[in-house]
């Protein structure tokens, strides 16, 4: 247990270092690739991705042995691309849950989660966590508005609704259903948003996931430097122990 916790605790460290200062204005690069780690590149590839099929079910888990990392907010020009940047180091590939007013702004980083092999997730126009009090109609209305801008944006119409906060109510879940997409929840929440520090984020979702499980984190709504700096940990760790897949 000591030896696991020092460990933990150098990667930690030696990630923080590593961490790139966000510039005071623009920016939005990714960050310098480097070689495939050996004990992640002799791993097998992934296992066919979970189908979670529209329904009246609220989905928190994948259903298949595979853990899936999910990431809500999106897209954001400066954290995304570094989060995109990681995860192909891993050749992992998750799923983006972002917004249709976001979509808009930044196609071109929809277009890259699509050509990375990503899945892309309907997560509202503007992220309203009083989505469930509002009207049949204007829930379909924003559901349908954000469908048209990330389709636009990628190619891709989604297949999956996350509503933000995770507020459901059987009426978002069943007219979510009628527009093709079935309601992802998620099985391990670390609240990367309240920005713990990294080492609570990596403490938390090791020791929370599971076979099948779903992670949630977000590359953006903010700051997300503790996120991003918990990731170069949480992701080799994971891809070590489980199959990653995209849902």
Known sequence: ????????????LTLVAS????????????????????????????A???RLAPSSRLYRITGVAGVALTFDDGPDPYWTPKVL??????????????????????????RRIVREGHT??????????????????RIAADMRRANQLITR???VTPKLFRAPGGNWSPLVIALARQQGMAALHWTV????????????????????TRPGSIVLLHDAGGDRKNTYTALGVIVPALRRQYTLVPL
């Open 189 to 208: 929440d670390p609240q990367d948003w309240r920005r713990p520090h990294p080492y609570h984020l990596i403490l938390n979702v090791r020791n929370n």
């Open 120 to 137: 892309l997730c309907n997560h509202t126009m503007g992220h309203d966590l009083r989505l469930r009090k509002r009207s049949p109609r």
């Open 1 to 12: 247990m000591l030896l696991t916790a020092v460990a933990v605790c150098v990667c930690f």
């Open 85 to 110: 940047d990681l995860l192909r180091r891993y050749q992992v590939k998750a799923t983006f849950c972002v917004l249709g007013s976001l979509a808009g702004r930044y196609p071109h980083l929809v």
């Open 19 to 46: 961490v790139p200062p966000r510039p005071s204005a623009g920016g939005g690069g990714g960050s310098a690739l480097v070689p495939l780690p050996a004990e992640i590149a002799a791993l097998p590839p992934a």
């Open 153 to 155: 944006a990628g190619g």
């Open 48 to 50: 066919p991705r979970p």
